[in-house]
């Protein structure tokens, strides 16, 4: 069984040499990688390979981590070129064992939009990841539409990665705690993960999938809560003046992705809200990596047939991209 994994991370020094030097770059996150996490994100060769073949992972989808280049302004634009570069560069050494996600300089639009392009006609990626907001700006601002048309012309996903929430939202909801406390339950304990879901939910309710009904859009950790709250988030349908069910959009527009959550309940519940065939295999590397072939074992002992763990584990994905 080939297994593709779709959301695992990098971290380039420059890209991390920006968060240090340039103000405002660093949202606090810089902190989540220390030591080997660090050392892991910045691999993109042997041992990156090695720890893939461990885990029993073929290939892996390489892109930016959180928070990629939403905080640097104008310097993101030249800085996502050379990140893409990178990538592709990566990819091009292993072509049977990497691709990748553009990472985009999404506080500028237009420049976005074309780097969109760039990276998906010139470099060969499969897509790009977002980060949510840019500042106060959500998903459903005027200021990410260049890439919402760009990649639905091309027919590309767009991953929309947790980012972490606004300081007057940290404060409120997540601090009190200590520094290490208050970091961790605003970001992988909690805080990124109502962040996300919150950004997709406005992406429909703003009208996007309306706009652009072929966009597809891809949410990490079994959709960041949304399919758990899908029977409340319904209700929209009373008040939202959207061209279609709220479901609708899960079923047409959504797909899900593990993100090392190895979960068979969780699964289960994501093949009930959007089918067999929009679910996908990701570990979150190296934030979720763990040893002993355990990508490959969730994936060989779960109660799935044959075709539905083909699905799971690379032919969803190879049918999104045209792989």
């Given at each position: 069984m080939r297994i593709i994994a779709i959301e695992e991370h990098v971290l380039p020094d420059e890209v991390k040499r920006a968060w240090n030097t340039i103000p405002g770059?660093?949202?606090?996150?810089?902190?989540?990688?220390?030591?080997m996490i660090g050392e892991?994100?910045?691999?993109?060769?042997?041992?990156?390979?090695?720890?893939?073949?461990?885990?029993?992972?073929?290939?892996?989808?390489?892109?930016?981590?959180?928070?990629?280049?939403?905080?640097?302004?104008?310097?993101?634009?030249d800085l996502s070129r050379r990140a893409n570069d990178l990538l592709a560069e990566a990819v091009a050494a292993n072509p049977s064992r990497f691709q990748f996600m553009a990472a985009l300089p999404s506080a500028e639009p237009e420049a976005a939009a074309r780097e969109l392009r760039?990276?998906?006609?010139?470099?060969?990626?499969?897509?790009?990841?977002?980060?949510?907001?840019?500042?106060?700006?959500?998903?459903?601002?005027?200021?990410?539409?260049?890439?919402?048309?760009?990649?639905?012309?091309?027919?590309?996903?767009?991953l929309v990665h947790p980012q972490i929430p606004q300081t007057s939202v940290r404060d409120a909801y997540y601090g009190g705690f200590g520094t290490?406390?208050?970091?961790?339950?605003?970001?992988?304990?909690?805080?990124?993960?109502?962040?996300?879901?919150?950004?997709?939910?406005?992406?429909?309710?703003?009208?996007?999938?309306?706009?652009?009904?072929?966009?597809?859009?891809?949410?990490?950790h079994w959709g960041e809560l949304v399919l758990f709250y899908l029977e409340r988030l319904v209700m929209l349908d009373r008040v939202s003046k959207l061209q279609r069910p709220f479901i609708d959009y899960i079923r047409s527009n959504l797909y899900l992705t593990a993100s090392g959550m190895f979960s068979p309940a969780y699964l289960r519940q994501a093949i009930d809200a959007v089918g067999a065939d929009?679910?996908?295999?990701?570990?979150?590397?190296?934030?979720?990596?763990?040893?002993?072939?355990?990508?490959?074992?969730?994936?060989?002992?779960?109660?799935?047939?044959?075709?539905?763990?083909?699905q799971f584990a690379h032919a969803n994905w190879e049918r999104l991209t045209g792989s």
């Open positions: 770059a660093d949202d606090g996150t810089l902190g989540l990688n220390p030591g892991r994100l910045a691999d993109l060769g042997e041992q990156r390979l090695a720890l893939m073949d461990e885990t029993g992972v073929d290939v892996q989808v390489l892109s930016l981590t959180t928070p990629g280049l939403n905080n640097l302004g104008h310097h993101g634009i760039r990276s998906v006609e010139e470099l060969g990626c499969k897509g790009a990841v977002l980060f949510g907001r840019v500042g106060d700006k959500n998903l459903d601002d005027v200021i990410f539409e260049p890439t919402f048309a760009c990649a639905a012309e091309l027919g590309v996903p767009l290490p406390i208050d970091l961790a339950l605003s970001t992988f304990a909690l805080g990124w993960h109502f962040e996300a879901g919150i950004q997709f939910i406005r992406m429909v309710l703003g009208g996007v999938f309306d706009r652009y009904p072929n966009l597809q859009v891809i949410l990490g929009r679910i996908l295999f990701s570990t979150d590397y190296p934030y979720q990596y763990r040893p002993g072939g355990d990508a490959r074992r969730f994936i060989e002992d779960l109660d799935l047939g044959a075709g539905d763990k083909a």
